[in-house]
């Protein structure tokens, strides 16, 4: 199809949208997605680039298609991950839809119940949600769902990427499946995401049950020049660089930036330092943070500042402006210290360079702690900026990282057997599980294991067979579904408001710390806790004089793939230098690549230390952890130093006569004596395997079988000992 049989099949109302809008032509993309939704089936996977038109080219011939009959019955489904996304993607189809009267409708916790109760009397046309809310209408408003969905035509998953490895998605596989129930034929499905790693994955959960089905439409486009630039600093105090910081101040205090970092302890104290070089150049305060903590109406704000196009604002966020939120046209992205993956970077980069002919530009800042006289040599090696440069290499080589599934997602299926329950007021057993194993939403759970679980929920009052063979929810069944907090899949710590007066600014989780007098950076104001109560879960605070005793979170370790660890042991292998290194981070990269050959650290991994061997793993955590656990299992004592997990393992030597060969020896027949990793997770606590949402009534047998594919790398791990140089 070219370009203007494309046009010509669109809806009147759409053309004029298009002539409204002054596109001088369709692209590629669009034309490709027009063809496939008016003259197809199948359903589909667009990925491509940020701002490049994923949305417009799956919304303007979704809409033609149901303009003709646009009412009686929601048509399109459009599933966001974010409320704010979702708020963002509403204002933009309102604009597209009002020429053609078709609805639009938003339902999510800051929907008014009025707008939501319009929905249920005179549904139609778009509906935007979020899988929470899905889970709500689906327990909720059982008796209006087939009104509401009986005509569904399309569901559209925004953001597929962010779905594909979080319980979310297994979830929202399962609402998708349960929705398909109610109208006369399946809903075609549309993903759109512009950071997938396989595309084979991707179409499997979109179609768990004929992937081959999806047509994907990844069309090569142009994209926008990327310039970088990398300052690297030593500080002697561990604290943000105060050279950093004036660099940082002076490139972004008259531009539109977004500045991540990897934790929200960083948003604060950098929002709190930059404003306050603001206030002594007698400017207003020109940065904004943005993290989950932060009340609602103050990351709003700051979105709302950043589409001022007077004004330069920066916004100090973590991740949670990496999708594809309207925040106006950016001048650049700043990044403070490494990405964790390299999707993630794909993203923070996709950010800027949206506008025609804009080319991408970040700015990454990498720190170290200067080296003490009695160092040893390990912790002399700056890995945080040699993990930045080997993202960057990855994504100028086209890789992204492929999504992990889970495959025992036990605790998903729990709440899904108590939400379907209720959906359907009992359920015989074969016919719930037939729903979930014939439905291929949990495809590598057997039977055996339902048998198991629906075993233990009996035998716990979640839930309860009737003499006629159904089963109901059990009353403790009941009190777990009935709960708000039901609705999410996702773990969220404890928070507590803080209050100031009579605004919220925030959350915090509660610590043994917390104290009045105690500080705390949030909103990027500093303030002083004034009274704690514990059965409210509020603090009340003042505005703080001076920094004390101020309290951060701490954060965990996120996974890393084998790849990045591997482009690390490359580049301090190789001779290539980056052009955008600065020079002291080019000088750290030579001085690290001396001592990596001095060592000999290109042919062995290991090092002979005093009483101790040295392991230079170069690969992912998971192969990481699995090693670790195999080596306390054959009963060595191992530590990561100075936390250069997965970077740098010690582990202690029992002997002199034990050496590291014979190590390996011993490794690999312990290795040998099971076929899975189970043993391995023997010795860790039943309460330290529980770490998702609903594990708590999830039978400890089957914990740990999920525990041993999640955790660890089995396979992995026998071929990373096989591969050790002795």
């Given at each position: ?5 494309a ?42 680039g ?34 704010a ?24 916790g800051?929907v ?85 790693g ?10 768990p049950k ?8 990844n ?32 490139l ?10 990897n ?6 104290q950098?929002?709190a ?25 103050i ?21 949670t402006?990496e ?34 002919g ?20 390990y ?28 495959p ?17 007021n009992?359920?015989?057993?074969r ?39 159904e ?20 773990q ?29 950076l949030?909103g ?32 965990g ?55 101790c ?59 040998a ?7 391995l997770?023997?010795e ?18 089957l ?24």
């Amino acid at each position: 199809m070219d370009m203007q049989a494309a046009f010509d099949s669109l809806t009147p109302f759409v053309q004029e949208f298009i002539y409204r809008q002054s596109w001088q032509e369709l692209r590629p993309l669009q034309v490709e997605a027009i063809d496939a939704i008016l003259h197809k089936q199948n359903d589909i996977l667009i990925t491509t680039g940020t701002a490049s038109g994923k949305t417009e080219a799956a919304f303007l011939p979704v809409l033609s298609l149901i303009s003709h009959n646009p009412v009686g019955s929601v048509k399109v489904l459009y599933v966001g991950p974010l409320k704010a996304l979702i708020n963002d993607q509403f204002r933009r189809l309102e604009q597209l839809c009002e020429h053609g009267a078709i609805p639009v409708h938003r339902w999510h916790g800051d929907v008014a119940a009025n707008q939501k109760s319009d929905l249920i009397e005179h549904p139609g046309g778009v509906l935007q949600i979020t899988p929470e809310s899905i889970e709500s209408l689906l327990i909720n408003k059982t008796k209006s769902l087939r009104r509401l969905f009986s005509g569904l035509e399309f569901i559209i998953i925004d953001e597929v990427h962010a779905f594909l490895e979080a319980d979310r998605g297994i979830q929202l596989q399962s609402q998708l499946e349960r929705l398909s129930m109610y109208g006369k034929e399946r809903p075609r499905r549309i993903g759109l995401s512009a950071t997938i790693g396989d595309c084979e994955i991707a179409k499997r959960w979109l179609n768990p049950k004929d992937p081959a089905n999806v047509h994907l439409i990844n069309p090569v486009v142009d994209i926008p020049p990327t310039r970088l630039s990398h300052l690297h600093y030593i500080t002697s105090n561990g604290n943000i660089p105060d050279e950093m910081l004036g660099d940082l101040y002076f490139l972004t205090r008259n531009r539109k930036s977004l500045i991540f970092c990897n934790s929200r302890r960083y948003v604060e104290q950098i929002t709190a330092q930059l404003n306050r070089r603001c206030h002594h150049d007698r400017f207003d305060e020109r940065y904004l943070p943005h993290h989950g903590s932060i009340s609602k109406e103050i990351r709003e704000d700051a979105e709302e500042k950043m589409r001022e196009e007077d004004r330069p604002h920066s916004v100090v966020c973590t991740n949670t402006l990496e999708l594809g939120i309207d925040i106006g046209q950016l001048e650049l992205a700043v990044q403070i210290d490494s990405t964790h993956s390299v999707m993630s970077f794909v993203q923070r980069l996709g950010r800027t360079g949206r506008k025609h002919g804009a080319p991408r530009i970040m700015q990454i800042y990498s720190s170290e702690l200067a080296p003490e006289q009695n160092d040893p040599f390990y912790e002399r090696i700056p890995f945080s900026m040699l993990k930045a440069i080997a993202v960057v290499s990855l994504f100028v080589e086209g890789w992204i990282e492929p999504p992990e599934q889970k495959p025992l997602p036990y605790h998903i299926l729990f709440h899904q057997i108590l939400s379907r329950l209720i959906e359907t007021n009992g359920s015989a057993p074969r016919d719930l599980v037939d729903m979930f194993y014939k439905g291929a939403v949990f495809p590598s759970i057997p039977l055996e294991d339902y048998a198991t679980i629906f075993k233990h929920l009996a035998e716990m009052d979640y839930i309860e067979q009737l003499d006629t063979g159904e089963i109901i929810l059990g009353l403790e069944g009941e009190k777990i579904a009935r709960s708000r907090d039901f609705y999410a899949v996702f773990q969220t710590p404890p928070e507590w408001e803080v209050i100031f007066g009579e605004k919220n600014i925030g959350r915090i989780s509660p610590s043994s710390d917390l104290a009045p007098g105690i500080c705390l950076l949030l909103g990027g104001q500093l303030w002083e806790v004034v009274e704690i109560y514990p059965e409210q879960k509020q603090v009340t605070v003042k505005r703080a004089v001076d920094a004390h005793d101020v309290l951060f979170e701490g954060t965990g370790v996120p996974e890393m793939h084998p790849r990045i660890a591997q482009k690390v042991f490359d580049l301090l292998s190789g001779s290539i230098e980056p052009g955008y290194l600065s020079a002291m981070g080019l000088s750290r990269l030579r001085e690290s690549r001396k001592s990596f050959s001095e060592l000999g650290m290109a042919t062995q991994n290991v090092i002979e230390g005093e009483r101790c061997w040295i392991l230079f793993p170069w690969t992912g955590t998971k192969i990481v952890r699995t090693f670790d656990l195999l080596v306390k299992y054959a009963g060595f004592q191992s530590e990561f130093p100075n936390m250069l997990f997965p970077w740098v393992m010690v582990i202690n030597r029992p002997d002199e006569s034990t050496s590291w060969r014979s190590l390996l020896t011993n490794l690999q027949e312990k290795a040998a004596e099971f076929e899975d990793g189970v043993n391995l997770i023997a010795e860790i606590s039943d309460e330290l395997l529980r770490t998702h949402k609903f594990d708590q009534y999830i039978p400890e047998e089957l914990i740990r079988k999920r525990a041993a594919v999640e955790w660890i790398d089995w396979e992995g791990v026998k071929k990373f000992i096989n591969e050790l140089h002795p």
